[in-house]
């Protein structure tokens, strides 16, 4: 099988936008000591450069959640491996994610903090596939909405390949 990559946001763009939002997220927790809360793996790549952005105290922590299952499609479970190490109550609560698509696994997670009691829970995101959603999910800082197609790259995957492109890229299978 083929598989063409044509390239939906280039290092710089992402660059920019991760700018943007480490902007935006500065001027709102400065002071707040928050917790970056990574969702593991497809998170990895941005998390890393968005928090090098970020000049005030803060910590991170990640946690693990998987609902693709080595397909393009999502198939509607989600499943939590590790659980947040830090406590949670009392905390502000940034969670990370590389994208939202159903909105299945961030629906789960958001429904999981919210018991922590924590003193406030938000979402940044780079990608949106919002034409996708099944279950409605509110994004504080949002990179890029994005059309129904499979990205892969900066941390994204189809069945754990192209995490390491250092830009975005449509994947297309059998052209
Ligand atoms: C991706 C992505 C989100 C989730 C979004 O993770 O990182 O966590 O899918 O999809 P949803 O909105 O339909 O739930 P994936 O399950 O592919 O695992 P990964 O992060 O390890 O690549």
Same mark, same amino acid.
């Given at each position: 099988m083929?598989?063409?990559? *044509?390239?939906?946001?280039?290092?710089?763009?992402? *660059?920019?936008?991760?700018r943007r939002l480490a902007d935006e997220i500065s001027s709102d927790y400065r002071d707040k000591n928050p917790i970056v809360l990574g969702v593991l793996k497809g998170s990895f790549i941005f998390l890393a450069d968005l928090i090098r952005l970020l000049d005030f105290?803060? *910590?991170?922590?990640?946690?693990?959640?998987s609902s693709y299952k080595e397909q393009t499609?999502?198939?509607?479970e989600?499943?939590? #491996?590790?659980?947040?190490?830090?406590d949670l109550?009392?905390?502000?609560?940034?969670?990370v994610e590389d994208i939202v698509d159903?909105?299945?696994?961030?629906?789960?997670?958001? #429904?999981?903090?919210?018991?922590e009691s924590p003193a406030s829970l938000r979402l940044c995101a780079l990608l949106d596939k919002s034409s996708r959603r099944k279950i409605p999910v509110h994004i504080d800082y949002l990179g890029f909405t994005i059309p129904d197609r499979f990205v892969v790259g900066y941390g994204t995957d189809c069945? *754990?390949?192209?995490?390491?492109l250092p #830009?975005?890229?449509?994947?297309?299978?059998?052209?």
């Open positions: 083929m598989t063409k990559l *044509e390239v939906l946001f280039t290092r710089n763009e992402i *660059e920019a936008a991760v105290p803060l *910590e991170v922590d990640f946690v693990t959640l499609e999502s198939c509607g989600v499943s939590m #491996d590790r659980c947040f190490t830090s109550k009392g905390r502000h609560i940034l969670v159903t909105g299945l696994t961030l629906h789960f997670l958001i #429904d999981h903090l919210r018991a069945a *754990e390949k192209y995490r390491n #830009d975005i890229r449509y994947l297309e299978k059998n052209v």
